[in-house]
C-alpha cells in the first residue's frame, strides 16, 4: 500500500464523491473560478519554527524545485539575501507563487469549478499559492505588518518542543487585528521532547481560540518516534515512508489501523469526536450534518467537515483555529498541510474589502468605487451633483506595492498585490504617495527561483514589476484613464491610499560616511536602494558634520542595513556605531521670529520670508487624536510620528479655491508647493535639535505665511524651504536657551517567558537594575491591539488533545502555560535592554525568551540625561 500523496487525495474524493459535477462554464465566470483557485497565504511565526524548511518542502511537492533547500546548508529559495543565507534567517519576506496540487494532476481546466464543495474537496483542484514567507525576529515585525496587509490567510508554525512562544502570540494578534484566517501546523514532532498535546492547550489559552485537532501525531509505541500523523478529518492514518524525500506515503483505513494499531484507531475516533462537538458549538452546518447523520460523528464524510472548518475560519473574530502537525525537516505532514491551505483559508473573494484613506477620510474600497458620500471624492457641494461618478470610474487599476527587492541578476523588483482592475504591461502607474507616474515596463510571476513573464496582474493576484524606477515599499499605485506623464489623477484620486500603516519611529540609529568623495555618490545610490526596500528605515543628513544617519527599529535592523549597504550592494563606506535615538523635546515656547532669506542660491538671486513659533506640544504623545485633529481651509497642519505638528496658517489662501490665489501668490508658485517647501524646510529642522543633535519631538512649530510680506518675484521653492528650515532652527535654539530642551528615551514593552523557579530573580532584575516597572504577571500581552478583556478565556481542561507519548508534569497545563512557565510583561527603558538577551538567559539557565516593541518616548530626570550624556561624551 505504498502510494503519492495526490493518490491519497484521490481515494478520499472518490470515496465521497456521489453526485456528478456541473460544471462553471460561462465566460464571465472564468475570472471567478480563477480568484477562487488562488490563495494569498502567509506564514507567520516565531523565529526558527520552521518556516523556511516548511516552505522548501512547499516548493519542492510542487513541483517547483527538483531539490528540497537546506536552512542550515544555505541553500535555501526563501532566504535568498546572503545576509540571511549566512545567519539561517529570514529577513525580506519572499513572495512566491506555486500550485497546489501540482498543475498536471488537475482534472479540471482554470476555468472549471465543481458545482458543490461538500462533496469535492478544493483540494481536488489546482490552485494558484501565492506564499509570502516573513521573517520571525521581532526587529523584523513592521516587515511581517507589511506581509500581513496583503494576505488572505495565514499558516502558523509552531515548534512542537517550544509550543506557542512570545513572537508567535504577537504576530497572531497583529494577524487577528488585520481579520486574517489563521490555521496552525505544530512543526518539530521528530524533536524529543515534542508535545503536541501541550501545544494544543496552549493555542487555547495563549492564542485565545479554540483548538481543532484535525490531525493527531502517531508515535511508534515503544520508543515515541515521530512516523506520521492521524486524519482525523478523513478517519485514516498516514504513515511517512521509503524515499527520503517524503513523497511516499502508506495510508491506512480505520479499520485496517483497527487491526494492528488499535490504540491509535481509538484516539483517531475520540479526536473525530471531539472535533464534530467542536465545531457543532460554532456552526450550525455541523449540527445540520450530525443530526443528517444519525449523530453518528464517525459517519460524517471528510468533504462536510473541511466545509464546516471552512466556514468557522471564515468567521470573523475567528474562535476556532484547526491544528494540523509534522515534522517539516523529516518531510512528514507537509502535504496535508497543503492540502489545508486550499480547503480552509480563503480566495481573495472571501475577504473583506480592502480599507482606504483619501487625504483625512477613510473607509473601503468599494465604498469609494460606489460613490458613498464617505469616501466621496469631490466636496461635499460636488456630491448632490454627481461630479464624483465620472472619477471614479476613470479608475482603472489600485494596486499595493508591498514590498522593493533590489535583485542582482534582475534589478529592482516591486512586488505588487492589486485590488482593483488589473494593471497591464507597459501601463503607465501613478504613484499616490510620491506624486509621480511612471511606466510598468514588464511584468512577471515569481515561481521559486524562476522568474515568467506576464501581460498583465490582475485584481486578487500577486506579481512583480520589473522597471520602476521610483516606487518604494507601501506605495499605492493606480492607473485612470486617459492618463499622461503630467496630468494629475482626476478629483482626490491622487491621495487615495490601500490599506496605510502606522511605521512606528525608529530607536536606533548608525552614522555612515563614504570613505572617499569618489565614493559618494555609490554610497547615495546604494542608501537610497535600501530606503526603497525598507520604509522603516530612515536617512538624515547632518548639514553641520555632514554625516548620513540611517535610523533603524532594532539592533540587528541595522546591522543587516549595514550588510547589504557593504556586502550586497559593494558600498565603500565608515560605519559607525549602533546607538539608541533618544528625542529632544521644548519646555518652554518662543514668541513669533520673522526670518527673510535673501541670497543668491545656484547663481539666481533667491528671496523668500517666514515668521514662525515653536512650542511644546499640548497635548499628550497621541498619534489618533492627532490625525483627528482637524484645520480650517485657511491653515494646513502636517504630522509627524515623532508627534510634532506644523500648523501653517495662510489666511488669505482657501485650500478649496484656488481661482483666487492668482491674486496672491506669484504665477511660477502655487500653494500646494508652497506647502510642501515650508513642510521639508520646517521637518529638515526638526530632525536635528539644538541640545545634542537628536529629533525633536513632540513640539508644535507654528508658522505664518504672509503673501504680502513672504512672497517676492524671485521667491523659489528652494527659497521657501531654506527659509522655513532656517527660521525654525533659529527658533528652537531660542527655546533651548532660555530653557534647555530634555532629553526623551525610547520605553520598551517587554514580554519575558521564564521557569517559575527564575520568576523573582528576573523581576528583582528588571525592576531595581533596569528601572523597569512590571505592569501584569501572567495576563495575557495584549499590546495595545486588542483589548485584554475582548478576549475569550479558554480553560484548557475543555480543550480535547491526545496524550504525548511522555507526558511532562502537568503543573502548567491548566494555567496554559508550559511547565510551571510564567509571564511578566513590563515597561522598560531601551538603553537598559540592549544586550538584555545574555544576562536573562544568565538568570534562567538559558530558557528564558523574550519580545519587546516601542512603547512610547519618555522625559528623562535630570540625573538619567546627565548620566547618558556624559555616556555618550566618553565615546566621542
Ligand atoms: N528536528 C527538526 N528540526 C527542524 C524542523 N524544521 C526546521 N528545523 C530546524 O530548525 C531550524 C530553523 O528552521 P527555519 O526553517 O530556518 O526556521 P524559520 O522559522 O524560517 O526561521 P527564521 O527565518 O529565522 O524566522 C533549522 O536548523 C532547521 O533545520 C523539524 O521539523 N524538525
Redesign the pocket.
Known amino acids: 500500500m505504498r502510494f503519492g500523496w495526490v493518490w491519497c487525495v484521490r481515494r478520499a474524493v472518490r470515496h465521497n464523491v456521489n453526485a456528478p459535477q456541473r460544471l462553471l462554464s460561462s465566460q464571465a465566470n472564468t475570472q471567478h473560478a480563477r480568484l477562487s483557485r488562488t490563495r494569498n497565504i502567509g506564514i507567520i ?12 518542502r512547499m516548493l519542492y511537492y510542487s513541483g517547483h524545485t527538483r531539490r528540497i533547500g ?3 546548508e544555505g541553500s ?1 529559495v526563501t ?1 535568498f539575501l546572503p545576509a ?1 543565507r549566512a ?4 529577513i525580506q519576506s519572499a513572495a512566491i507563487t506555486f500550485h497546489w496540487p501540482p498543475v498536471n494532476s488537475q482534472s479540471l481546466n482554470e476555468e472549471q469549478l465543481p458545482q458543490s464543495f461538500d462533496i469535492t474537496p478544493r483540494s481536488s483542484f489546482s490552485h494558484n499559492i501565492n506564499l509570502i ?1 516573513t ?3 521581532a526587529d523584523f515585525t513592521f516587515e511581517v505588518l507589511r506581509s500581513l496587509r496583503v494576505l488572505d490567510g495565514a499558516v502558523c ?1 509552531l515548534d512542537g518542543v517550544a509550543g506557542v512562544e512570545a513572537q508567535t502570540e504577537k504576530v497572531w494578534m497583529q494577524a487577528g487585528h488585520y481579520s486574517i484566517p489563521r490555521i496552525i501546523f505544530v ?5 524529543v521532547g515534542a508535545a503536541f498535546s501541550r501545544t494544543v492547550k496552549e493555542i487555547g489559552v495563549r492564542l485565545h481560540g479554540w483548538p481543532a485537532v484535525c490531525q493527531i501525531p502517531w508515535w511508534k509505541s515503544a520508543n515515541g518516534v515521530f512516523v506520521g500523523i492521524g486524519d482525523v478529518i478523513n478517519l485514516r492514518g498516514m504513515l511517512w515512508q521509503g524515499p527520503v524525500d517524503g513523497s511516499q506515503i502508506l495510508a491506512f483505513s480505520l479499520q485496517e489501523l483497527e487491526v494492528n494499531h488499535n490504540n491509535f484507531a481509538t484516539e483517531i475516533k475520540k479526536a473525530r469526536i471531539a472535533l464534530i462537538e467542536l465545531l457543532s458549538e460554532h456552526d450550525d452546518g455541523m449540527v445540520e450534518a450530525f443530526l443528517e447523520h444519525d449523530e453518528n460523528h464517525l459517519a460524517i464524510p471528510g468533504t462536510q467537515i473541511l466545509e464546516s472548518l471552512r466556514r468557522v475560519v471564515l468567521q470573523p473574530n475567528q474562535s476556532v483555529i484547526p491544528v494540523f502537525g ?5 518531510n ?1 505532514g507537509v502535504q496535508p498541510l497543503l492540502d489545508a491551505v486550499v480547503d480552509l483559508l480563503p480566495s481573495p473573494l472571501e475577504r473583506p474589502d480592502p480599507e482606504v484613506s483619501l487625504e483625512d477620510r477613510s473607509g473601503t474600497l468599494l465604498q469609494l468605487l460606489n460613490g458613498s458620500p464617505k469616501m466621496a471624492l469631490a466636496a461635499p457641494d460636488d456630491i448632490k451633483s454627481n461630479r464624483i461618478i465620472p472619477e471614479i470610474r476613470s479608475l482603472l487599476a489600485c494596486a499595493l506595492a508591498f514590498k522593493v527587492v533590489s535583485d542582482a541578476k534582475r534589478g529592482i523588483l516591486v512586488y505588487v498585490r492589486c485590488y482593483h482592475g488589473s494593471i497591464a504591461k507597459g501601463s503607465t502607474l501613478f504613484n499616490t504617495n510620491l506624486r509621480t507616474a511612471e511606466r510598468a515596463p514588464r511584468l512577471l510571476k515569481m515561481y521559486a527561483n524562476d522568474a515568467v513573464e506576464v501581460e498583465s496582474i490582475g485584481e486578487g493576484q500577486i506579481g512583480v514589476i520589473l522597471g520602476l524606477k521610483y516606487a518604494r515599499t507601501g506605495d499605492t499605485l493606480i492607473v485612470y484613464k486617459n492618463m499622461n506623464y503630467k496630468s494629475q489623477p482626476p478629483g482626490g484620486l491622487n491621495a487615495l491610499q490601500l490599506r496605510p500603516i502606522h511605521v512606528p519611529p525608529p530607536v536606533f540609529f548608525t552614522s555612515i560616511e563614504p570613505q572617499s568623495l569618489a565614493e559618494q555618490k555609490n554610497v547615495q545610490e546604494s542608501l537610497s536602494i535600501l530606503l526603497r526596500e525598507d520604509p522603516s528605515l530612515h536617512l538624515s543628513v547632518d548639514e553641520e558634520s555632514g554625516q548620513t544617519h540611517l535610523a533603524g527599529m532594532g539592533d540587528l535592523h541595522l546591522e543587516i542595513a549595514r550588510d547589504r549597504l557593504l556586502g550586497d550592494f559593494k558600498a565603500k563606506a565608515r560605519i559607525g556605531k549602533i546607538e539608541i535615538g533618544y528625542r529632544e523635546t521644548l519646555t518652554t515656547s518662543t514668541s513669533l521670529y520673522t526670518y527673510v532669506l535673501d541670497k543668491s542660491i545656484a547663481g539666481k538671486p533667491s528671496k523668500a520670508g517666514i515668521t514662525v513659533a515653536v512650542a511644546p506640544a499640548k497635548e499628550a504623545f497621541d498619534i489618533d487624536s492627532m490625525r483627528n485633529q482637524k484645520v480650517d481651509q485657511f491653515s494646513t497642519m502636517f504630522k509627524t510620528d515623532d508627534g510634532n505638528k506644523i500648523i501653517i496658517s495662510h489666511s488669505n489662501l482657501s485650500k478649496h479655491d484656488s481661482s483666487t490665489h492668482k491674486n496672491f501668490i506669484p504665477s511660477h508658485l502655487s500653494l500646494p508647493n508652497i506647502l510642501s517647501s515650508i513642510h521639508a524646510g520646517a521637518s529638515a529642522a526638526l530632525a536635528r535639535g539644538p541640545l545634542n543633535g537628536f529629533p525633536v519631538a513632540r513640539t508644535e512649530v507654528h508658522i505664518t505665511l504672509d503673501t504680502a510680506a513672504h512672497l517676492f518675484p524671485e521667491t523659489t521653492t528652494t527659497a521657501i524651504s531654506m527659509a522655513a528650515r532656517s527660521a525654525v532652527a533659529s527658533s528652537l535654539r531660542t527655546a533651548c536657551d532660555s530653557s534647555p530642551n530634555t532629553l526623551m528615551e525610547p520605553v520598551m514593552r517587554v514580554t519575558i517567558f521564564v521557569n517559575e523557579s527564575s520568576l523573582g530573580s528576573v523581576i528583582q532584575d528588571l525592576s531595581s537594575t533596569r528601572g523597569g516597572q512590571v505592569i501584569s504577571l501572567d495576563g495575557s500581552d495584549s499590546d495595545a491591539t486588542i483589548p485584554d478583556d475582548d478576549l475569550p478565556r479558554i480553560n484548557p481542561a475543555q480543550i480535547y488533545a491526545p496524550p504525548d507519548p511522555f507526558q511532562c508534569s502537568m503543573g502548567g497545563v491548566e494555567s496554559g502555560l508550559s511547565d510551571s512557565q510564567r509571564q511578566i510583561v513590563a515597561r522598560v527603558p531601551l538603553k537598559e535592554m540592549v544586550g538584555y538577551l545574555n544576562r536573562l538567559r544568565a538568570l534562567t539557565g538559558g530558557r528564558g525568551t523574550f519580545v519587546m516593541s516601542v512603547d512610547g518616548f519618555e522625559q528623562m530626570g535630570s540625573q538619567r540625561q546627565k548620566e547618558v550624556l556624559d555616556a555618550m561624551k566618553e565615546f566621542v
Open positions: 511565526a516565531h523565529i526558527d519554527a520552521g518556516k523556511t524548511t516548511t516552505t522548501e537546506d536552512v542550515d535555501t532566504d540571511e545567519r539561517g534567517i529570514t514567507d521573517p520571525g525576529h508554525i512543526n518539530k514532532l521528530d524533536r509534522g515534522a517539516s525537516f523529516r512528514i
